[in-house]
């Protein structure tokens, strides 16, 4: 299982990001996916999910109405779509198989920081 996480970076509060999953080695098609997040010195958390149709999405309070998420089961990749950023979103960002528990695979984060 490989899941790569792409496109995190320094934007300044009130900014976007659009964040990108490359999967490999399962049937990505066939999965729950979610992206979780990580902040420092905080618990992981599960912000969004989506179902292997697109269906069943969830968005944490935090970010409902901020972020989106979406997949392109032809490309085996999973997005999120961050806007609106508040310094509270700063956190490593891990897409994983299902939904995020400590035991689900996650791969490689990648960093999103919001700081003016």
């Known amino acids: 299982v490989q899941l790569q996480a792409s496109g995190g970076g320094l934007v300044q509060p009130g900014g976007s990001l659009r964040l990108s999953c490359a999967a490999s080695?399962?049937?990505?098609?066939?999965?729950?996916m979610s992206w979780v997040r990580q902040a420092p010195g905080k618990a992981l958390e599960r912000v969004s999910g989506?179902?292997?149709?697109?269906?069943?999405?969830y968005y944490s309070e935090s970010v409902k109405g901020r972020f989106s998420i979406s997949r392109d089961n032809a490309k085996n990749i999973l997005y999120l779509q961050m806007t609106n950023l508040k310094t509270e979103d700063t956190a490593v960002y891990y897409c994983?198989?299902?939904?995020?528990?400590?035991?689900?695979?996650r791969g490689q984060g990648t960093l999103v920081t919001v700081s003016s």
């Open positions: 989506i179902a292997s149709d697109g269906s069943g999405i």
């Open positions: 994983a198989q299902r939904t995020g528990t400590p035991s689900d695979p």
């Open positions: 080695g399962f049937k990505f098609s066939t999965l729950y």
